[in-house]
């Protein structure tokens, strides 16, 4: 069985998958249940995790599809299969770097919809189009329509950094979305999803009947696979994968929980693996980062260079469920986007205070990030920044100290000059990304403190205590070294031990001179 099966990589119709045999998780019980119980749904998910999927599910159910359930909780659950209109609006199709972009996408989706149900005179814009269509399909079908709109967000996302292009998108939008609430009785269901949240200015800010679900207990499960989806459906699949990679069974789990698990949308739930590079790895049966394969949003990069964010304090946010729930163009904050497009999750909650701590899900994540950074912040290009980092590991460990520091050097050249007055800030965010990613192959312990910062580095091999000082001399460096004795854990331990003092130039913007002792 783990030889024969059809992954559904890629696959975003649930009709499609169901026909022709491709591997399903069953979610329809959760379905039915959000389907029955409930009117107004938003559900905010990372990229690829199946929310196109659970909205193609929702549609076959709504149109009556009862041989696509087969052998699903939903055949069992659902008495009365009733066809309905559904109104299946999809905004990821779509580039929109233009008001008319957007015109065009929502007159090609309403074009369709009144080939079916007709058209009105006066309906001369997307809301009053939206409108009455709505009603005609009532009024045609008896009965009410269902509402899907998949990555609601998608424009609103592109244009993060362009104020003029998000106020027209939100214009157009805010009625549109709006007609969900003025046409309560016409609809049986409206279901959004996105992968962020925005706030005050939200073009479905007027849906106070909207019920968000992203971070519900119960829903924490709707996307993406749980630790037990992956024993119940995929047991066989990990031990084709444990015996492709020569790894045990258990060994084979670990690594998957290691590199894909721990996404967690809401505190104390169990945690959730990510199903495109889950599926993929098993495909392939071959471990690799292919949820960032698959690319990075650079409005993530925007947000945080814009705002001066020091790096090094993304890896233990503590932040209110009010900044999560939501995201303010205006900010200053990107933490809240970060975080809804799955690049951090919850750690922790503080109940008392209402304090959560965030962090990487996985490994996956941690290691695509910091590497997809290091182009935006160093002198270097998305092609060869994983080759300079070999180099940089690979003097590290062979103790090549001064090609360590002219490689350093290197990545500081072309400082822009418009930087100038938040130098230390991009010497720490440089200094740290570098040093993530060397790391990853080696110990690495990484202090700052204003103005200051020191490192301690390990190989099998090597030690190296460093300090960097700011228009200082990297005398003054090593000197701090000695006074505060940083080597002195060290003096039992038989590896060879460096003292680096490094100094930086606000003039040259690069680092100025290196010393070593030892």
């Not at 549109?176 to 279901?191: A, C, P, Q, S």
Request: charged share 25%; net charge negative.
């Amino acid at each position: 069985m783990g030889n024969n099966r059809i992954y559904p990589i890629g696959i975003q119709n649930f009709e499609s998958l169901r026909k022709d045999g491709y591997l399903y998780v069953d979610k329809t019980a959760l379905i039915y249940r959000l389907a029955t119980s409930g009117r107004y749904y938003f559900l905010s998910r990372p990229r690829r995790f199946g929310k196109s999927l659970l909205l193609s599910t929702l549609e076959a159910y709504f149109q009556g599809k009862r041989e696509l359930f087969q052998g699903l909780a939903m055949e069992e659950l659902e008495k009365n299969w009733t066809v309905r209109p559904v109104l299946h609006l999809d905004l990821n199709l779509g580039k929109y770097d233009t008001p008319e972009s957007l015109d065009a996408m929502l007159d090609n989706a309403l074009t369709g919809w009144e080939e079916l149900y007709g058209t009105g005179p006066a309906e001369t814009t997307p809301a009053l189009r939206f409108k009455g269509v709505i009603q005609r399909a009532v009024e045609k079908t008896g009965h009410r329509v269902a509402i899907l709109v998949d990555e609601y967000d998608k424009p609103m996302l592109q244009a993060i950094g362009d104020e003029h292009l998000q106020e027209a998108f939100r214009n157009t939008l805010k009625p549109f979305y709006g007609v969900l609430k003025t046409m309560d009785g016409y609809i049986k269901l409206g279901f959004l999803t996105g992968v962020t949240k925005f706030g005050k200015v939200s073009v479905f800010s007027d849906l106070n009947n909207l019920d968000d679900i992203s971070m519900w207990d119960e829903c924490n499960t709707l996307c993406g696979i749980s630790e037990e989806e992956l024993h119940r459906d995929f047991d066989e699949d990990i031990r084709a994968l444990a015996s492709a990679q020569g790894l045990t069974v258990e060994q084979a789990y670990e690594e998957l929980r290691l590199r894909y698990d721990g996404y967690h949308f809401t505190y104390n739930s169990n945690g959730m693996y990510n199903p495109f590079s889950l599926l993929n790895t098993l495909k392939r049966k071959q471990f690799g980062s292919y949820w960032f394969a698959t690319g990075t949003p650079s409005y993530l990069v925007y947000l945080l260079q814009k705002h001066h964010y020091n790096l090094e304090q993304i890896e233990h946010v503590e932040t209110t469920e009010a900044v999560l729930d939501s995201i303010d163009p205006d900010s200053t904050n990107p933490i809240p986007v970060i975080y809804q497009s799955g690049y951090l999750t919850i750690k922790d909650y503080d109940r008392e205070f209402g304090i959560y701590t965030l962090g990487y899900p996985n490994k996956e994540v941690e290691e695509g990030f910091v590497e997809y950074l290091m182009p935006f912040y160093t002198n270097t290009d998305k092609i060869n920044s994983s080759f300079e980092i070999r180099k940089f590991v690979s003097e590290v460990r062979s103790g090549d100290i001064d090609g360590f520091f002219l490689r350093l050097q290197s990545f500081f050249a072309d400082t822009p000059y418009e930087l100038a007055r938040q130098l230390e800030l991009h010497y720490q965010n440089v200094l740290f990304i570098i040093f993530r990613l060397v790391g990853f192959y080696t110990r690495v312990e990484y202090h700052t403190a204003r103005g200051r910062i020191d490192l301690v580095l390990q190989t099998d091999r090597y030690i190296y205590i460093m300090e960097f000082k700011l228009d200082g001399t990297a005398e003054e460096a090593l000197a701090q070294i000695e006074e505060k004795q940083y080597a002195a854990s060290f003096a039992s331990d038989p590896r060879h031990l460096f003292k680096i003092g490094v100094n930086f130039s606000n003039e040259q913007r690069n680092i100025e001179r290196w010393i070593v002792e030892g």
